[in-house]
């Protein structure tokens, strides 16, 4: 969070000084527009003190948490666009003749002007990702081979982050699809909440229509742990999920053992950390395991232990379309879709919903992911 801060400031004193000094505004909106920047840059502790003692659950009108937020994701983008935008006018300047002989006033005015555009850019791309990252999520089929000894159709949700934009209704919503697949199995990957059992358990009560012929199972995510782990997880359970924690199933008619760990987030609180090998102690070794683990690091954990398919989430897929590929850096190179890792193969789904500190999905929606596991010949 520290990271974050200092990058959220310096991106606020990086638009004041690019953008807001050069104009010729008088003294008192320059001080005005300088003070709204440094309120934006301290969205995260600002939510945090309005809100509550978390930056992760504030317990704020939806409009207001969506509102700040956005015009947190507005000044983000500002920022890299006048980065791009000002080393691009300067390259220009170099380039072209009549450009480079232009006088300090005339120059001036071009970036004030590119920077107008740039500012209307940013607000048109951010409401068009608020936008996508609000709608309804996609359902996304990824057809597997595992040698199971049945096929198995599985619905696998993850990142609901209940909390004050995302009640009951939306909640419904995902169990209203969910169900609408048919699936013989329901997995969660983690992630269900924000914010306390007293604030956010009404919201998640849809979950208990949720119904399958092999049952619903799911593992904490590391927002479980910010949220009260040691409340939550009997709750959870109180809605008709499986919590797999450091434990497994053995789903005998289809031949597979499920599997389910911790977070890593664990740590931090003194709960129990993840382990893959405690998760399959004494399961049969005959079996392919499935395994459920919110974070998608624990790979090598997962590969070492024989796991023929781990599924994640956490990443959000990068919430936009590059930032996947910095997201990956910092989840052992996965950020969503399909991958192998010698005989274990790896799906990271982008998420069922978002975090509404950071509301935004650009070329990467949101999914219910439907998995069809195939026999293999």
């Known amino acids: 969070m520290r990271v974050v801060m200092v990058m959220s400031l310096a991106a606020a004193g990086y638009v004041f000084l690019r953008g807001v000094m050069p104009t010729h505004w008088?003294?008192?909106?320059?001080?005005?527009?300088?003070?709204?920047?440094?309120?934006?840059?301290?969205?995260?502790?600002?939510?945090s003190w309005l809100g509550g003692s978390s930056p992760f659950a504030p317990d704020l009108p939806a409009w207001l948490i969506l509102l700040y937020s956005g015009l947190y994701m507005v000044m983000m983008f500002l920022t890299v666009f006048m980065l791009v935008g000002g080393g691009m006018l300067s390259l220009l300047?170099?380039?072209?003749?009549?450009?480079?002989?232009?006088?300090?006033?005339?120059?001036?005015?071009?970036?004030?002007?590119?920077?107008?555009?740039?500012?209307?850019?940013?607000?048109?791309?951010?409401?068009?990702?608020?936008?996508?990252?609000?709608?309804?999520?996609?359902?996304?089929?990824?057809?597997?081979?595992?040698?199971?000894?049945?096929?198995?159709?599985?619905?696998?949700?993850?990142?609901?982050?209940?909390?004050?934009?995302?009640?009951?209704?939306?909640?419904?919503?995902?169990?209203?699809?969910t169900l609408a697949?048919?699936?013989?199995?329901?997995?969660?990957?983690?992630?269900?909440?924000?914010?306390?059992?007293?604030?956010?358990?009404?919201?998640?009560?849809?979950?208990?229509?949720?119904?399958?012929?092999?049952?619903?199972?799911?593992?904490?995510?590391?927002?479980?742990?910010?949220?009260?782990?040691?409340?939550?997880?009997?709750?959870?359970?109180?809605?008709?999920?499986h919590m797999l924690i450091n434990e497994h199933v053995v789903l005998s008619e289809n031949g597979v053992v499920l599997a389910g760990v911790t977070d890593p987030a664990a740590r931090l609180f003194g709960q129990e950390q993840p382990s893959v090998a405690k998760a399959l102690e004494d399961a049969p070794r005959r079996l392919p395991v499935i395994l459920l683990a919110h974070q998608p690091q624990l790979v090598c954990q997962a590969r070492d232990n024989g796991v023929a398919l781990q599924?994640?989430?956490?990443?959000?897929?990068?919430?936009?379309?590059?930032?996947?590929?910095?997201?990956?850096?910092?989840?052992?190179?996965?950020?969503?879709?399909?991958?192998?890792?010698?005989?274990?193969?790896?799906?990271?789904?982008?998420?069922?919903?978002?975090w509404t500190m950071m509301p935004i999905r650009l070329g990467v929606p949101s999914e219910i992911t439907v998995l069809n596991i195939l026999p293999k010949n």
């Open 181 to 241: 697949q048919k699936p013989d199995l329901i997995l969660f990957l983690g992630d269900f909440v924000d914010g306390s059992v007293k604030q956010r358990l009404a919201a998640l009560q849809p979950l208990t229509k949720l119904r399958a012929p092999l049952g619903v199972y799911g593992v904490p995510g590391n927002h479980e742990y910010y949220s009260g782990f040691e409340q939550w997880i009997p709750k959870l359970t109180g809605l008709g999920i």
């Open 26 to 47: 008088k003294w008192w909106y320059k001080v005005t527009a300088g003070g709204l920047l440094l309120w934006i840059g301290l969205c995260f502790p600002m939510m």
């Open 311 to 354: 599924l994640s989430g956490h990443t959000h897929g990068g919430m936009v379309l590059g930032l996947h590929w910095l997201v990956g850096r910092f989840n052992s190179g996965l950020s969503f879709g399909l991958y192998q890792r010698d005989n274990l193969q790896v799906y990271v789904t982008p998420g069922t919903s978002l």
């Open 93 to 177: 300047h170099w380039l072209i003749p009549t450009w480079r002989g232009q006088n300090k006033a005339a120059r001036l005015r071009m970036r004030n002007c590119m920077n107008a555009a740039l500012l209307a850019g940013a607000v048109l791309v951010c409401c068009w990702g608020m936008y996508s990252a609000l709608r309804a999520p996609r359902v996304h089929e990824v057809t597997l081979r595992l040698p199971v000894a049945k096929s198995l159709r599985i619905a696998v949700l993850s990142d609901l982050h209940a909390d004050s934009v995302k009640g009951a209704a939306v909640m419904q919503r995902f169990v209203d699809v």
